[in-house]
Nanobody
Framework: EVQLQASGGGLVQAGGSLRLSCAASGFTFHDLGIGWFRQAPGKERSRVSCFSSSTSRDGTIWYEDSVKGRFTISSDEDKNTVYLQMNRLQPEDTAVYYC??????????????WGQGTQVTVSS
């Protein structure tokens, strides 16, 4: 069974940093691509960053324009964990953040597998 456990959210001042973690079980990054998504109050869930699975990996990593240069997605395959390092956080980054996995390109649609969200709140 594919399971994803997101953690690392919290309250931070504008300009600060947080690192989100997504612990995965039931699969490896060879099989499924991973993405981070977020949903702000009153808004639809949107893509933040994704990378493709190892089996289909062509080195694809994608970032939403507003986070380019500030957020970095990475993985530790030994720990089967994906991270989202978020620097220079801004109030507009406030949202519930979700990690998700899919056999295809996770940012291409609605991934098959989702973890619970972790709240990120950035104060001005």
């Amino acid at each position: 069974e594919v399971q994803l456990q997101a953690s690392g959210g919290g309250l931070v001042q504008a300009g600060g940093s947080l690192r989100l973690s997504c612990a995965a079980s039931g699969f490896t990054f060879h099989d499924l691509g991973i993405g981070w998504f977020r949903q702000a109050p009153g808004k639809e869930r949107s893509r933040v960053s994704c990378f493709s699975s190892s089996t289909s990996r062509d080195g694809t990593i994608w970032y939403e324009d507003s986070v380019k240069g500030r957020f970095t997605i990475s993985s530790d395959e030994d720990k089967n964990t994906v991270y989202l390092q978020m620097n220079r956080l801004q109030p507009e980054d406030t949202a519930v953040y979700y990690c998700a996995a899919d056999a295809g390109w996770p940012c291409g649609g609605f991934p098959d597998h989702w973890g619970q969200g972790t709240q990120v709140t950035v104060s001005s």
